[in-house]
């Protein structure tokens, strides 16, 4: 079935410097992604969303790109933090109304 | 923020019991949950999704008869892992839609071991 899928299943990032987290979707009928943080033994955290109506968000430190031609979505963290560390998921949305996530990625932020 | 708690946090249980986790809305009125399994070093797998006032839609491969869930009112849903067996220990996320709109709230998650 279509999924969301992670590029790189580690990103090892020096403190201060910007980090970007990739994922590509399949389902080109999804309206609505989202980026989720979640830290070790916890629940994901809401970062920042997008609709496919748009190609950029920005929020407090990160943005949002939404390349729907090639379907692909980015996470950008500006100047990284210690806890910044953590897996993040997108997700997308579909028609369905339900929200499928991607394989994960792992962010080490390098004091 | 909107808030999703889950309880308990952490269970264990003897194998061939049946456990409850719930999940309230605390702030806002949700009238879809979705029930998920995480696993050690994987993403999140969703089980279900539970409609307030109807049956939960189940995913391919989730048994509905062991995998219990309630969605009584706009703000709980429980999930109920009945005859539990080790293999069932794991990490057990339920999440919230506003009413409203579509984002997504996630609860704490709710560890259980099965022993």
């Known amino acids: 079935g279509e999924s969301v899928g992670l590029h790189l299943p580690t990103l090892s990032v020096q403190e201060g410097d910007n980090s970007i987290i990739n994922c590509a979707y399949s389902?080109?009928?999804?309206?609505?992604f989202i980026w989720y943080k979640q830290e070790s033994g916890k629940g994901p955290q809401f970062i920042i969303d997008?609709?496919?109506?748009?190609d950029k968000r920005q929020g407090q430190r990160v943005t949002v790109l939404l390349n729907k031609t090639v379907k692909h979505l980015s996470l950008q963290i500006a100047a990284t933090q210690p806890g910044d560390s953590a897996v993040y998921f997108c997700?997308?949305?579909?028609?369905?109304?339900?929200?499928?996530f991607g394989g994960g990625t792992r962010l080490m932020v390098k004091p | 923020g909107a808030v999703v708690s889950q309880h308990p946090s952490w269970v264990i249980c003897k194998s061939g019991t049946s456990v409850k986790i719930e999940c309230r809305s605390l702030?806002?009125?949700?009238?879809?949950m979705f029930w998920y399994r995480q696993f050690p070093k994987q993403s999140l797998m969703l089980m279900a999704t539970?409609?307030?006032?109807?049956?939960?839609?189940?995913e391919q491969g989730v048994e509905k008869d062991k995998f219990l869930i309630n969605h009584a009112s706009l703000t709980l849903s429980t999930l109920t892992v009945t005859s539990a067996h080790p293999e069932d220990s794991s990490f057990y996320i339920c999440?919230?839609?506003?009413?409203?709109?579509?984002?997504?709230?996630f609860g704490e998650g709710s560890w259980l071991t099965v022993v």
């Open positions: 999440s919230a839609r506003w009413i409203s709109g579509n984002t997504i709230y």
């Open positions: 997008i609709r496919s109506n748009m």
């Open positions: 389902n080109s009928a999804s309206d609505y």
């Open positions: 702030d806002f009125q949700a009238t879809t």
């Open positions: 997700a997308e949305n579909n028609a369905g109304n339900m929200l499928t």
């Open positions: 539970s409609n307030e006032g109807s049956k939960a839609t189940y």
